[in-house]
């Protein structure tokens, strides 16, 4: 579907963030992943676990149910699944029926997100989660924000789009981020197996009001931003600010945000947007002169949410539209080419162990 | 369509309870019966018509007319129709087109509801309205409850199915009607052609608060709670309570609740609910000390629709789903094939009379 | 599509207003014109412009952007695109790809409305604009109501077929311009190849207290309507109030109001109802005595949304029906056959010039 080929939505054999840790706990969290309603909680020993989120007697959304030691119990004839999966108890009869069990899924808890893997689990290999190459995010050292999270109205591939080409910053984030002409500026562009990266070297940047008021920068500066796509749903890459004329290749930047963006499919027209930064600790020191307006930064993706839902609102409305391709386009379509190719590869498969022996690039920056 | 075999919706032939007493006066009411819109309104006599919803003309709802003497006047042309569906009067000429006319439904009042057949007129006989097996309900001497109603945003057979399987008291409505271990207690399973009746025997049954407090019980009980399906779309039965350790065949039971429950397809993914409830003139004499609280009586069908309706969200955003049977279904899955034989026994007859001379086996209780 | 034959929709090589003067400015307003999102503003000279309302580059919507010089900036990446069409400005590169441009729309402004041409620019010639046959609302002399708007959520045709046939004014606006047995009065009937026009006169007409109010008119009236069908969205007409017994042909009436209504397709099921009024001088002095009370006006025109609105309900819920065709419908089932005429001429033509050399028989009244 668009803008993916026709009848292409979404690879099902990857890790996807599906919650934040502190959204899942000792009451049932319902989400839809991948079309598929998955609820969400904690066993007593503090385990987030995933399982199908449908109660399979009689359909009733588990989301609804409550948790019982490691188990999720049913609200509506009390069966109950253990963390694994199986039924442990039916209150209406003693023997379980063979096939009385949720499906699990995966869910790998790193930093304060929770990563699961809606396709085949004898292929989840934890060395796959893509923050794996960005140590920043799991690193103590550095200080993370809490993340942020938005249920984004319009299908995901449309804010992976948006990741993917930057220049929108100098338009829809005129007055936050978008300081230099981003969209002007030509980016370095590099690729690997299954991820991708743009580098921009923005030099002499008028930065904006807002980054005045909330990083402390003052005067033009040397910007240097730089995003890898680790398909088919997680970005990270960092927002670096030298003084101008630095050695950038040498000096240390006065300033060094690190940001972490997922995207997750939750239906066909809808998906899950999680967002944070970090900064290394002597630029947290400093900030700390000028604390960080939340605020702020909320208005910067609230603004890509909006225009992904009113991008989604005319495709709903009047259908697909032919595009046109600009140059600044060349990297986000090569970020659809490897999501489609992922999408191909499992439905050629049909089931059978894709190919995930290739060498991981795309490491950390 | 799931509960039921791809295809199959509802049967037509057949008394459903359409709308209560009380709602339907001297303003028209417009409902949908079985995806087909209704209006409900008295005549000056008093006597209430059920006919179809919408002008022949110009395809107005004449739930938006008014009535007049007799009749329904459209109020977009003003063309006026008799509660025999006749169009009497047309403000813009003095001939009435031999086609202007309205489907008119047979509709019968039993205590405070109104019974509708959607189907072939000439079958609706009046016997077969299936309160008649119950005649507590239009026994004057027992003390009724004003009947409730609820439009559910789920598929009917979905309540029935609900009121098929009473293990879910001990989980949906646990602090309520749920005291004893009804999920647990084997219920015996009666059927006949077009009827099956369910009952439970729970000894020393520890009530809940809310019995306690709304009905007076103290101690613990020996409970008995029988259900009748009328099919497609009537329950009725009772909640006795005993003395623990009486003889339940001989004694008579401290609180003895007879209760009520019609469904009805509005549409394929709604429906209505009426419900109503009756106790014999002694045990209202005590009650009377415990006056009962209408508000807890709520809360028990409030949680019953909100359950249906999240399975039919469930169903709307993640398809049907394969269904895993427990033994406490059997009773159920029995409801579901009575019904669906009704719908092909219409289905094969084809306009003809179906066999209705079928010994009425679903007596008073 | 019902009220019109199976996959007719609506004609676009003709104007149909689109907007009011006041609604279009130097922000951009987005509009779906028979299921196009269309974008209106206008240049610093003050001409009002319509282009697609989608960026052709990401699909996001150019109502979202914002004026620039006489151009409409993208919010999302800022290609800038000139009142024609063309794209102007790129921020990510110099040069502009070939089929980057806009599609534009043909943009009258007569009076205080904006008549656009959906379909063959090259066949947008002015002089068809309909209100041409009319003189009334564009002679400045005559005093007007500013245009009232309504969003219908209805299917345009169900309007048409509402100002078609006027024997709903008896009914549906009984209370306000009802006055008169409308409904009673068999209509004159005249037409040419693209226009048809209803001419009723209703001798010693009751007036309603509305119009007593609202008008000033006390005593009972001979009245005079007319309403002409510039197919496929303009009707025009008046409506005349004489001293009961005078002699129409000759004689001035008390009160002479012209009136103007304009429907335009905005989606398979919705459309946008323009509507305003006019008074010659003298009336207008007369009237100051009698200010209009416009909040009643408005009351009529609410009621007309509404019963749409109701209707599109009812097709949406249960489908379409059978209409019972009756004597008053003449009129109106002529016009739908002249808008179906009007379709078919379009899809035989496939793109051709349409035979648009008819002389035009709908003058002024």
């Known amino acids: 579907m668009y803008p993916l080929s026709a009848g292409l939505y979404a690879p099902r054999n990857c890790w996807y963030v599906a919650a934040r840790s502190a959204e899942v706990g000792r ?24 399982l199908a989120g449908r109660c399979p007697h009689r359909g009733y959304p588990l989301g609804r149910g409550r948790i ?23 209150p209406s009869q003693e023997t379980i029926p063979p096939g009385c069990r949720l499906k699990t899924y ?32 799991t690193d103590p050292a550095w200080v993370k924000r809490s993340p942020l999270y938005w249920k984004v109205e319009g299908r995901y591939q449309l804010l992976n789009d948006n990741l993917l080409d930057l220049t929108h910053l100098t338009v829809l984030h005129a007055d936050t981020i978008g300081g230099g002409d981003v969209a002007g500026t030509r980016e370095r562009h590099e ?63 006065s300033l060094d945000i690190h940001i972490f963006h997922a995207v997750t499919p939750a239906t066909r027209t809808s998906c899950h947007y999680f967002a944070s930064s970090a900064v290394d600790p002597v630029t947290f020191e400093l900030s700390r002169k000028h604390p960080p307006d939340t605020g702020s930064a909320v208005k910067i993706f609230t603004e890509d949410v909006e225009a992904i839902g009113e991008i989604e609102r005319l495709l709903g409305a009047a259908g697909d539209f032919e595009e046109v391709p600009l140059r600044a386009d060349v ?27 290739r060498p991981q690039h795309g490491d950390a920056h």
Request: charged residues 25%; contains cysteine.
């Open 68 to 90: 019982e030691g490691d188990a999720v119990v049913c609200g509506y004839h009390g069966l109950r699944f253990e963390a694994d999966g199986h039924c442990s108890h039916i």
């Open 331 to 357: 990297h986000a379509l090569r970020g659809r080419h490897m999501v489609q190719a992922m999408i191909r590869a499992e439905l050629s498969s049909q089931g059978a162990i894709p190919d995930r022996s």
């Open 106 to 137: 995966p869910l790998v808890e790193h930093w304060e997100w929770l990563w699961m893997w809606p396709g085949d689990p004898a292929l989840a290999d934890e060395a796959l989660i893509p923050d794996n190459r960005t140590p920043t995010l």
């Open 27 to 50: 009451v049932p969290l319902e989400r839809f992943i991948l079309d598929e309603p998955v609820v969400f909680y904690r066993t007593e020993a503090g385990e987030a676990v995933a």
């Open 191 to 253: 690729e690997g197996e299954d991820w991708m990266r743009s580098i921009r070297w923005i030099p002499n940047a008028v930065v904006t009001d807002w980054v005045r008021k909330s990083r402390g920068i003052v005067g033009p500066v040397d910007r240097e931003i730089m995003l890898t796509f680790a398909a088919p749903g997680f970005h990270y890459g960092h927002d670096r600010y030298f003084p101008a004329g630095a050695d950038h290749g040498n000096d240390r930047p």
